[in-house]
């Protein structure tokens, strides 16, 4: 056993780092993945043999499989999420804390034998283009074999990687483990996890990454919310650079002039649907880059690039319709892994919003027939489909650019049924960042065990910060200084989800949003002087300089949707108030000023 993988990895580092895991984990058997197709397949199609996997009828959806997870196992889990540092202050008030000496004493006895019954997988990956100047390389040790498959989707995993590795110690130490060994020829079981014991840490000080007890999503598939954000961000802020829960799109006007936009909502909240839209305006286009992360990085010019460090889309499904998102339908209609969707009757995927009426016959997302009557989705709400980039109809022609694209306007959103307008544009880069951390938005299915409340999200970074997000706001503050201020992009605030009195959407959303891009897109040119209203809170259109052509939107829909409502503000700003409070000292006063500014012309 030992032989066969040991002549795989040249690099020492990484050898002895397999060597000394495996003594712990105990795994049967030790596979280092080449990152093939054909490698993929044969792991799919123990998968299948085995029930974790479906196929699904391939003439509906190509090379395609549908995995349903153990109920307990659904979404991301934050409570049992750490970021690990000797002082507590280096982590913050938002994040949960752990002595690096207690967790790694808690994760060693965890780890120990967990990998008995199984085999593990060595699964080199990169985040970002190989060659880009922003490629960060990490290795996930993990037992599932469900990891792997989704992990080839979303990151570039493979033997190219150790190749660029070579013999440095330069990568994220990835461990992962379902937290269910199989003792003593114990059969397994569909789905395994061990939901009671879940853990998932992250380290400051050797930035290593240990999850114990999910197989699920962001809990498992370490490269994307554990590397391309909680590590990430915490080595941009060292270095100077940012990871942002952020997608990146391409927006072409009639004239062919094209601009770059990042922006970032909490989890669910649209960002798939907003980075593939369809435009509804003649002559204005959508390309898309990414749809959850960002890395931006000074160029020699001053200005920010970006790049999505990921491969694949890992979307929430239900809502996902031909209205509401083509682009993505197109995009998973093979080569795709779905997750706790429903399977209709002719071997197809289905989910709520697919289809106006639901197919007959539906097997819900556990396995059963879905009886309507009892009122329970067939899909599950956090159900996903994880698709290649490449599969995107709508793929910028620079998506894997190692240099990434300039990035003219950032855009933060939050889902709100008032207070926030369509679109505000920040007064100021320190209002900007204001904007950022004064975000909040109704929670979603991406997160479990939290009721529909409002809940405070600064830069829709809350989950995701892997240190104290006071000291993050400061790293925003202090970006003039590191860049060239003149080139910095604009920051802007949208809400598609504004309600009238009688609880209806005041906005279409999905392609109409270009309307909202196009005002953007406008005002980061130099001549827009005369679009827009300065507010207390920020820049709002001025009627005449958005464009409304085609949409059945009377006057009071206009002024109900834009309207700065000083109450509803006083209110907002209140509670933004006591939300800071809780980061004490950390907290930069440039942001308390920018605070009682408002509140002063508010009143
Ligand atoms: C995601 C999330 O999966 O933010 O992207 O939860
Ligand atoms: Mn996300």
Redesign the pocket.
């Known amino acids: 056993m030992e032989e066969s993988w040991s002549s795989k990895i040249v690099n020492p580092y990484v050898k002895s780092w397999i060597t000394e895991f495996i003594n712990l984990a105990t795994p049967d058997n030790v596979y280092v993945c080449s990152g093939s197709n054909e490698e993929y397949d044969q792991i799919a199609s123990k998968l299948v043999a085995s029930g974790s996997l479906l196929p699904l009828n391939p003439e509906k959806k190509f090379h395609s499989f549908l995995a349903r997870s153990d109920a307990r196992d659904v979404?991301?889990v934050e409570k049992k999420t750490f970021i690990c540092a000797v002082n507590k202050e280096d982590v913050g008030p938002t994040n949960n804390w752990e002595d690096p000496e207690v967790m790694r004493l808690k994760l060693s006895n965890l780890f120990n034998g967990c990998m008995k019954g199984r085999t593990l997988y060595v699964v080199p990956f990169c985040m970002a283009n190989l060659k880009s100047p922003f490629a960060l390389i990490g290795i996930e040790l993990t037992d599932s074999p469900y990891v792997v498959c989704s992990m080839k989707i979303m990151t570039r995993m493979g033997s190219e990687v150790l190749d660029e590795l070579g013999e440095t110690n330069n990568f994220i130490k990835c461990h992962h483990s379902v937290g269910q060994p199989l003792l003593n020829g114990q059969k397994d079981v569909q789905w395994p996890c061990n939901p009671e014991k879940l853990v998932i840490a992250h380290f400051h000080d050797d930035l290593s990454i240990w999850s114990y007890g999910s197989g699920y999503?962001?809990n498992a598939l370490l490269g994307?919310?554990s590397v391309s954000l909680r590590i990430a961000s915490y080595k941009a802020k060292n270095e100077g650079w940012l990871a942002e829960?952020m997608l990146i799109i391409g927006v072409t006007n009639p004239e062919k002039k094209k601009k770059y936009f990042a922006a970032a909502f909490?989890?669910?909240c649209g960002?798939t649907n907003l980075a593939m839209l369809k435009s509804t305006l003649p002559g204005w286009k959508v390309e898309c880059i990414g749809?959850?992360?960002a890395w931006l990085r000074f160029g020699s010019n001053g200005k920010l690039y970006a790049v999505n460090p990921e491969y694949g889309f890992?979307?929430?499904a239900p809502g996902t319709s031909a209205k509401t998102n083509p682009n993505a339908l197109k995009a998973c209609e093979k080569n795709s892994i779905f997750t706790n969707v429903a399977l209709t009757n002719d071997g197809d995927v289905w989910w709520e919003g697919l289809t106006e009426c639901p197919p007959a016959n539906l097997i819900d997302w556990q396995g059963n027939l879905w009886i309507k009557e009892k009122g329970l989705p067939a899909a599950h709400p956090?159900s996903?489909f994880t698709v290649p980039l490449s599969q995107c109809p709508v793929l910028d022609p620079l998506w894997d650019s190692p240099e990434g694209v300039p990035i003219s306007a950032i855009i933060f959103g939050g889902r709100r049924k008032d207070t926030i307008p369509l679109v505000l544009e920040s007064l100021s880069w320190r209002h900007g960042v204001f904007m950022g951390a004064g975000m909040s938005s109704e929670t979603t299915s991406?997160?479990e065990d939290v009721d529909v409340v409002i809940r405070h999200d600064p830069f829709?970074m809350l989950?995701?910060c892997g240190y104290n997000m006071a000291d993050y706001f400061r790293h925003w503050l202090a970006l003039p200084d590191i860049g060239n201020d003149v080139n910095l992009p604009k920051i802007f605030g949208v809400n598609w989800f504004r309600k009238d009195n009688q609880g209806k959407y005041l906005w279409p959303g999905f392609g109409d949003n270009i309307r909202v891009l196009e005002w953007i897109f406008n005002r980061t040119e130099e001549f827009s002087e005369k679009s827009a209203i300065r507010t207390p809170v920020g820049f709002v259109p001025s009627r005449d300089f958005f464009n409304l052509s085609g949409l059945q939107l009377t006057n009071s829909d206009f002024k109900a949707l834009f309207e700065i409502k000083s109450n509803e503000w006083l209110d907002e700003i209140h509670s933004i108030k006591n939300y800071f409070e809780i980061f004490g000292e950390h907290f930069p006063p440039a942001l308390s000023k920018e605070l009682n500014r408002i509140e002063l012309e508010l009143k």
Do not use: Q
Request: zero cysteines.
């Open positions: 979404a991301r999503g962001g994307k919310k829960h909490p989890s669910a960002k749809d959850d992360i890992f979307g929430v956090n996903r991406a997160v829709a989950p995701f």
